[in-house]
């Protein structure tokens, strides 16, 4: 079920737009004039025995020592071919920030939980939906922890 219909059917407020293609989450932010902070671009980790799903601001990068710590074993970043068969229907690099709609774990960074709303891809390059952050902690239940750091 693409994501606009999964909020839809979720009775979640939310706004849609529309855009040029752009394949990073700073890019496509920029070009809505949303704030980085605000955007939650995902980034796919592989354990040993399977995927977790982190949700981070555009503006900030991924600390994958951290994330091992937090984790408990070593994390490397999924491969390109990984998402295409983990998330079937979304563009690759397009992934919503619904890892439990997948079968994966999902971990929020701090810094975007603080945001009262929140813009996230629709499963493609060109559609960003945006919605309250409440909302979005209410469907996806996401472990809240830091494990990202602005980016320079």
Known sequence: MRTLDFLSEQGVDFEV????????????A???HISGSMFAKTVV???RDDY?????????????????????EEVELAQERDLKELFPGCDVG???PFGSRY?????VDEHLAKQKKIAIRADTHTE?????????????????VRFAEPTV
């Open 17 to 28: 737009k529309h855009h040029e293609e752009y394949f990073t989450a700073q890019e496509e």
């Open 30 to 32: 920029a070009a809505q």
């Open 45 to 47: 980790v592989k354990t």
């Open 52 to 72: 977790v799903m982190l949700v981070l601001p555009a503006s900030y990068r991924v600390d994958l020592d951290q994330v091992s710590d937090l984790l408990g």
């Open 94 to 96: 397009a992934a919503p």
């Open 103 to 107: 079968g994966l774990r999902t971990l």
């Open 128 to 144: 960003v939906a945006i919605l309250s952050w409440e909302d979005y902690a209410r469907l996806e239940k996401p472990r809240v």
